[in-house]
């Protein structure tokens, strides 16, 4: 459950990113003449981000990082980080949840691994509650309508509904409350109807889903909101644009006649009700039909919304490959020179770099670990390719009182590319596009001080 809980997570946070993006969108667009479809469109990009079961590597992409918080880390690192993208964020962050999620001596699971394994079954109970409200008020809305009557195809009256609204998704049906004025009911079914048409009885539905799935992220309950509302805004435009502008004032009036206590079918994410009507209002009497280059223009800037928020940041899977002449000035030790908790002893935090582009590192004395593999050079930065095991599946039980572990994973190999920037001075950490050493998390720009030694006068193990 804990792996679930953070992928869902990870892809919130890139999705956030993108959710940011609109609301900026949104208040530089919103004094202007494009069409709010192009808002609903948008906020379907960030449904699309949501559900997206690959990533696409861009170096157009402004999603600062692909993996905030991994596997790996939560489960193995001993000084455990976060990856946001965003160095300063990093620094700033980092050293105070490293210190409070670092295991101790004796612990069986990483206290991250405790804790994002609890928010995992948070997370399916909350997701439950969701699902239970989206099927409950669906069924007591159809139980509530069950009697009106069919006026037309397609359309139902009753006393029991108080304001139209479209219900159903694979077959939706509009309903309306009894005795509407002709005029007024002639606006209102052209407002009903043009929900349809765009299919919005599908999409707000969907969101409400993606919502259930995420429901542990703000930003995602204000997209909703704003969806909602932008979606009444383009229906509202689309029944201009098939009336003309002579129907602004008459329609308006349609719809506060029309609408009573909005707010008993709002509720409900199978149906649409009016929404709020002051700002659709001041919308519909402002509208005027806009300039097909202004829509073009929109799509455009949808388009590269899509290219700069729906892809992950480009990094190099693969190890660069070997420098064809011996790097002979990188030969040497370096020893770490970054802020090292106590409970790693004292600092044997060293990394050599042998002639024959071979490397071993040794962390501390509490661990028994020894870094071994081999280093490439390219472009000013060093990568140590190291392999290592990794354990895949199983569950976390609790043992014992307070004592989890887990039963049933499987060891499997990996490599992992360490990647540090060649200075003056040494080699610093490089955290984009990096995993970190075994036993101890470095952050992105700790330092590695060379030493006066030379490598050939140490004892290499293996």
């Not at 792996?3 to 667009?29: M, P, T």
């Not at 969101?207 to 229906?235: H, M, Q, T």
């Not at 028994?368 to 140590?384: F, K, P, Q, R």
Request: one cysteine or more; aromatic letters at 10%.
């Amino acid at each position: 459950m804990d792996a679930v809980f953070l992928k869902l997570l990870n892809i919130s946070i890139q999705a956030g990113w993108l959710v940011l993006a609109v609301l900026a969108l949104r208040l530089v667009l919103g004094r202007t003449r494009v069409p709010k479809s192009v808002r609903v469109l948008m906020w379907g990009l960030v449904g699309l981000r949501l559900v997206l079961p690959f990533s696409v590597e861009s170096v157009l992409s402004l999603v600062p990082s692909r993996e905030t918080l991994s596997l790996s880390t939560v489960r193995y690192a001993s000084s455990p980080s976060l990856t946001t993208g965003i160095p300063p964020l990093d620094r700033a962050v980092n050293p105070s949840f490293s210190r409070v999620f670092s295991p101790h001596p004796g612990d069986s699971v990483n206290p991250l691994h405790a804790l994002t394994w609890a928010a995992g079954w948070v997370w399916l109970a909350g997701f439950l509650v969701m699902a239970g409200y989206f099927v409950l008020s669906a069924l007591l809305l159809r139980r509530r309508v069950r009697g009106a009557a069919e006026t037309e195809k397609g359309v139902r009256e009753s006393a029991a509904v108080p304001s139209p609204f479209v219900f159903g998704v694979f077959r939706p049906v509009i309903y309306l409350p009894d005795g509407l004025d002709p005029s007024v009911r002639e606006y209102v079914l052209a407002h009903e109807r043009a929900h349809i048409g765009r299919r919005d009885h599908l999409i707000k539905p969907l969101a409400f889903l993606l919502l259930a799935v995420y429901w542990f992220n703000p930003l995602l309950w204000l997209a909703y909101g704003l969806l909602s509302r932008d979606i009444e805004l383009a229906c509202d435009e689309k029944v201009l644009s098939q009336l003309g502008p002579d129907a602004k004032k008459p329609y308006s009036q349609a719809l506060l006649a029309a609408v009573t206590f909005h707010r008993h079918v709002a509720a409900c994410p199978v149906a649409f009700g009016e929404g709020r009507l002051t700002g659709r209002v001041k919308n519909i009497l402002s509208w005027k039909k806009p300039a097909l280059w202004i829509t073009l223009a929109s799509l455009l800037v949808c388009a590269v919304l899509a290219v700069c928020f729906l892809t992950d940041p480009a990094r190099d899977e693969k190890a660069p490959e070997p420098a064809e002449e011996p790097v002979s000035e990188l030969f040497g030790s370096y020893k770490f020179a970054g802020d090292l908790p106590d409970r790693f002893g004292p600092n044997i935090f060293t990394v050599r770099l042998y002639e024959d582009h071979t490397f071993q590192y040794y962390e501390t004395i509490y661990s028994s670990h020894i870094g071994m593999g081999t280093w490439t050079y390219s472009d000013g930065v060093v990568t140590l390719t190291e392999k290592r095991q990794h354990l895949v599946g199983g569950t976390v039980v609790e043992v014992s009182e307070g004592v989890l572990q887990n039963v049933g994973g499987t060891m499997e190999d990996y490599e992992a590319y360490i990647r540090l920037r060649v200075t003056q001075e040494g080699l610093v950490y490089l955290s984009d596009g990096s995993d970190n050493f075994y036993y101890i998390g470095v952050r992105d720009g700790d330092p590695f001080l060379r030493e006066a030694e030379a490598p050939d006068a140490e004892v290499r193990i293996g």
